[in-house]
Nanobody, 122 residues
Framework: QVQLVESGGGLVQTGGSLRLSCQASGSIGSIKTMGWYRQAPGKQRELVATTIFDGDNTKYSDSVRGRFTVSGDPAKNTVSLQMNSLKPEDTAVYYC???????????????WGQGTQVTVSS
């Protein structure tokens, strides 16, 4: 059973910083990509940032580029998101994401964490 467990959400004022972390555990054969998505109330889930483990390539949404930094550690199966200069519009539930191959499956699949709330007050 593969699990993604997030930590680090909370309440912060505009202009503040938070760091999210995610640990993937279980019977994992290989991880291709890890990253973060978010979902604000009444909106669809959207990409925040991802990193490719075997290619050292990162991707950011336009709304967070220059303020957020995603970093992954393939040796530890972890991914972090450093969020600086936070804005009220960053308020959302942030979900850890991984494209990985569980040893119990024949192919790579998408996995999601339970989500962690980030609230930015104005």
């Amino acid at each position: 059973q593969v699990q993604l467990v997030e930590s680090g959400g909370g309440l912060v004022q505009t202009g503040g910083s938070l760091r999210l972390s995610c640990q993937a555990s279980g019977s994992i054969g290989s991880i291709k990509t890890m990253g973060w998505y978010r979902q604000a109330p009444g909106k669809q889930r959207e990409l925040v940032a991802t990193t490719i483990f075997d290619g050292d390539n990162t991707k950011y949404s336009d709304s967070v580029r220059g303020r957020f930094t995603v970093s992954g550690d393939p040796a530890k199966n972890t991914v972090s998101l450093q969020m600086n200069s936070l804005k009220p519009e960053d308020t959302a539930v942030y979900y850890c994401y991984a494209l990985l191959w569980p040893r119990t499956h024949l192919t790579f699949s998408d996995f999601w964490g339970q989500g962690t709330q980030v609230t930015v007050s104005s």
